[in-house]
């Protein structure tokens, strides 16, 4: 079957990948769309650290072909957005309703893949970038079918990351003042969220102009190219800085950019080593500077609740999908994700 692979050198997609049968607690889906997101570039320029060699993706939607022993919630031929935390559901976190932060779901990935007889990794218990791939029965969410595959599988990522940053880990009230910084696919799904939110003021911040028109459509109410006008939108700082890009300085924009007992969110990844600075003596306003890993989602309660507001129009999902590309158009795609050509690319199989 086909996926993409990256290998420490190259990326390529091949057609002699080979998955095994799924476990107990597994499904095996066929993988119809799957977002790019820039996490995926990220093991591929080394921003992000993985096991190589590797089946990339995370972010999709498909049909359950097969379950294993003991998965109920979902049937063979049902329509699934997959998520990428694979939480074991007993632990204290899991416990605590915090699968993402469940230990047994970060930093250990299988090798379900094989090619020519050798093993290959899974990207974030997931590898969406394949024909077909298998997850355990927690990241498999069903959903309408009458959603399309290569909307629903932006949920699994972009959309869980950015509005969950929004509802579950900022808690953004009604009447709040939200700073953007970057409308990629992260920062539009955060301008939403806000939105969702009822926020009263959302300013967007993007160096591209071209970007303003679709940051105004998912909710913008301001856009500007850099920070230095939110003062003059904003006179007392932002209740929310949201940082999607993952640049040190940005960082320390997002944080000088605060109100009192506002809080600065971090979406975006910079280097594993980078070192971000601020002014301490900025803090004591009861200031916060929040962490955020996959939006702090729920994945089974929140996809199905992003499914909801999408057939009742209040989330945007196909209006993020500007370009679809089959999957052996992996570079063509790669090449306009990363200068930044559209807002989400889809890849299709």
Not at 125 to 136: D, G, L, Q
């Amino acid at each position: 079957m086909r996926g993409v692979v990256f290998d420490g050198r190259r990326t390529e997609v091949v057609d002699d990948l080979e998955i095994r049968a799924p476990g107990p607690g597994e499904v095996l889906v066929a993988v119809a769309a799957a977002g790019l997101c820039h996490s995926d570039l990220s093991v591929v320029d080394g921003t992000i650290s993985f096991p190589l060699p590797v089946v990339l993706g995370h972010e999709g939607a498909g049909v359950v072909e097969a379950i294993g022993a003991g998965v109920v919630h979902v049937a063979p031929g049902e329509h699934v957005s997959l998520s990428t935390p694979a939480g074991c559901g007993a632990c204290a976190q899991c416990d605590r309703g915090r699968p993402t932060m469940c230990r047994k779901a970060i930093g250990m990935p299988g090798q379900p893949f094989s090619r020519g007889g050798k093993p290959l990794y899974q990207f974030a218990s997931n590898s969406a970038f394949a024909e077909r791939t298998f997850v355990k029965a927690v990241q498999a969410v069903k959903i309408p079918a009458d959603i399309p595959l290569t909307s629903a599988a932006l949920i699994g990522s972009g959309v869980l990351t950015g509005v969950g940053a929004v509802l579950n880990r900022a808690k953004v009230d009604r009447g709040d003042t939200v700073v953007v910084i970057g409308t990629g696919g992260i920062g539009l799904n955060v301008i939403q969220g806000a939105r969702i939110a009822d926020a009263l003021t959302i300013v967007a911040v993007d160096a591209n102009p071209a970007k303003e028109a679709v940051a105004r459509q998912f909710g913008a109410t301001h856009f500007l190219p850099s920070v230095d006008g939110v003062r003059e939108i904003l006179p007392t700082g932002a209740d929310h800085a949201f940082e999607c890009v993952g640049r040190t300085e940005l960082i320390r924009q997002a944080i000088d950019l605060l109100d009192r007992h506002g809080q600065a969110i971090l979406l975006g990844v910079p280097a594993a080593t980078a070192e971000a600075s601020f002014l301490v003596s900025s803090m004591y306003l009861d200031k916060s500077i929040l962490g955020c890993r996959y939006g702090s989602s729920r994945p089974q309660r929140d996809v199905a609740l992003y499914a909801d507001l999408y057939r009742d129009g209040r989330l945007l999902l196909d209006e993020l999908v500007t370009e679809t590309y089959p999957v052996e158009d992996f570079a063509k795609a790669a090449d306009d994700a990363h200068h930044g050509r559209v807002a989400r690319v889809v890849l299709v199989f």
